[in-house]
């Protein structure tokens, strides 16, 4: 299944209509393909339910995507079944009833296009250096992920692109392993506490 989400707008968040998230986040590792035209989001992310949240039943999960091309998705190393994800302009939600219980590991696949992003928002080309902005809502042009401030957790991150046009790999945190790869290519780990 590939779907493709637009960009619509929505409206306010208010304090007022606060609610706990149903799951959290306890690591998250990202592994970038850059590519200007189609750069390739791996996310493998661990969720664990939240008890503050007050939901009996197991809740859906629902993630914040914006602009982003779903390739697919598994739980636990399991690709999910076709009609257990939904996806919208906003997002993806997946039915709590396809989901193995109170933790479990995500790995979405999604491709985007960092050349024709515009917004400076999420993954974008400036000039011919790969760059992003995550706040306050741009992680969800990025990835499929619960984005909001209240869901925090390390993250790690493995950057691979064309040595020849990008020859330096950057991310937040502390630096990890780098490496050459087949046909020019090179990558660089960083891991964000």
């Known amino acids: 299944m590939r779907t493709e989400t637009s960009p619509d707008q929505t409206g ?16 998250v590792r990202l592994e970038f393909d850059l590519d200007p035209g189609a750069t390739q989001v791996r996310a493998i992310i661990d969720f664990r339910r939240n008890p503050e949240a007050g939901i009996t039943g197991r809740p859906d999960l629902r993630l914040d995507g914006r602009g982003l091309a779903f390739v ?9 079944p076709h009609d257990a994800i939904t996806t919208d302009g906003e997002g993806l939600t997946v039915r709590g009833d396809a989901l193995p219980g109170d933790t ?6 999604t491709e985007t296009d ?7 928002e999420g993954l974008y080309v400036s000039r011919a ?3 992003t902005q995550c706040e306050a809502e741009g992680f969800r042009k990025i990835t499929y992920y619960p984005d909001r401030p209240d869901v925090m957790a390390p ?3 493995r950057i691979e692109a064309d040595r020849q046009t990008c020859p330096v ?7 990890g392993q780098t490496g ?3 046909g020019g290519r090179h990558f660089a780990e960083w891991e964000d506490p």
């Open 169 to 175: 790999l950057l991310s937040n945190g502390n630096p």
């Open 104 to 109: 479990f590991t995500w790995t979405c696949l």
């Open 129 to 131: 250096m790969f760059c």
């Open 12 to 27: 306010p968040v208010r304090l007022s209509d606060y609610t706990p998230p149903a799951w959290l986040v306890d690591a």
């Open 72 to 80: 697919g998705a598994e739980v636990n190393g399991t690709r999910l």
């Open 180 to 182: 050459e790869l087949p």
């Open 114 to 120: 960092p050349s024709a992003n515009t917004a400076l």
């Open 155 to 157: 993250f790690s991150v």
